[in-house]
């Protein structure tokens, strides 16, 4: 019974709480308790249920000014968060920054931009997420089945790094309050962003990760700036000590996100890449208009069935490759936003420094 649906029945009189805006705090009989005041900035989306009264959709979502931050989870341990669902009315999610705290550590866990933890992160071409550990259903609603145990306290912010506030901001946090195994790992998030270069084709992943743990999943935001393919180079996996050569080392882009002959539906025929979703691999986005450029591409691949294991370190990186006549790979210069996902024992490595709102940025 050790799968999804034959767990359930174990899990009878577990403790389930959920922080949202309706309740904070996630306390007991702590939701949906205040009558609607507009007048008060903390019940300031209230107007619409001054007819209804107390319990009554008074506290829905909160807002979020230029330049601030909002605890959205503050919760003591131990237990683990099994869902997190977040929408809001902010036009681009790259000017969010969403930050994962687990047992009072000083540097967070998870550092990326909202958008692109759900796989979504060209804000500039809507579209859904259909997988197993991340979902995003018209129009970004955005949910994530990661699990996340902790075992003191965990934290959970948003940042707002635009220079204008975010009126609606919807969430919540499900979690259940249990003791953790010792042998449970932390979940991790590190997003990178590269411009390749002919001379070196080649973006990073991730780098530097100390420690034992396992590597869950890869999302790619590609913007593709040559005509013709662009995804004939290798993904790699440095492991455990690993110098010039890798221990893993995929067939290629296209194989690693499950696809084949270029994603095309019709290689000889129509030669334009299609979007597709499964529940591990996916192409949700495929913006194409031919095979000119600028094209946008969001790739995930969660390793949930095949997880990667590391006992000291772990390195990943993806090539930009194509081609030139007479059938011969060419180095591209693409620009590459990434974001790993994996689970480790803490303390984790030092991440690099979280880029800028400008620096994020990927037309």
Not at 72 to 93: K, R, V, Y
Not at 160 to 166: G, R
Not at 280 to 300: E, K, Q
Not at 349 to 358: D, E, G, I, S
């Amino acid at each position: 019974m050790n799968n999804l649906l034959g767990q359930l029945p174990l899990q009878t009189g577990a403790v389930t709480r959920m922080i949202n805006a309706e309740n904070p705090t996630g306390e007991k009989g702590g939701a949906a308790k205040w009558d609607p005041n507009p007048e008060d900035p903390f019940l300031a989306h209230s107007a619409q249920a001054m007819h209804l009264g107390r319990g009554w959709k008074v506290r829905p979502f909160i807002s979020l000014k230029a330049g601030a931050t909002a605890t959205l989870a503050d919760i003591t341990g131990p237990g683990c968060i099994n869902q997190f669902w977040i929408t809001a009315s902010a036009d681009e999610f790259r000017t969010l920054v969403l930050r994962m705290y687990w047992d009072e550590e000083e540097a967070p866990s998870v550092e990326v931009p909202l958008g692109d933890f759900f796989a979504m992160g060209f804000d500039t071409q809507p579209h859904q997420v259909n997988s197993l550990p991340v979902v995003v259903a018209p129009h970004r609603g955005c949910s994530c089945y990661w699990q996340m145990p902790f075992r003191r306290h965990a934290r959970i912010t948003l940042t707002n790094e635009n220079k204008t506030d975010v009126k609606i901001i919807a969430y919540k946090v499900l979690y259940k309050l249990h003791d953790v195994p010792a042998e449970a790992a932390y979940f991790h998030v590190q997003w990178r962003r590269s411009l390749t270069t002919r001379e070196h084709p080649e973006h990073t992943i991730i780098d530097g990760v100390k420690g034992r743990g396992l590597y869950v999943g890869t999302y790619l935001a590609w913007t593709a700036l040559s005509r013709g393919w662009w995804g004939e180079g290798e993904v790699k996996f440095y492991l455990d000590g690993d110098g010039e050569f890798p221990t893993i080392c995929d067939n290629g882009t296209e194989d690693y996100f499950g696809g084949a002959w270029g994603f095309f539906k019709d290689p000889k025929n129509e030669p334009v890449e299609e979007a597709y979703n499964t529940p591990f691999v996916g192409m949700p986005l495929a913006h194409v208009t031919g095979t000119d450029c600028p094209r946008y591409f969001g790739l995930y691949r969660w390793h949930i069935m095949d997880s990667i294991g590391f006992a000291e370190d772990l390195r990943v990186t993806v090539q930009t490759l194509g081609w030139w006549p007479g059938h011969i790979y060419q180095p591209l210069s693409d620009d590459v936003a990434s974001t790993a996902f994996w689970y480790q024992n803490e303390p984790h490595a030092t991440f690099p420094k979280f880029p800028t709102l400008n620096e994020r940025w990927q037309r």
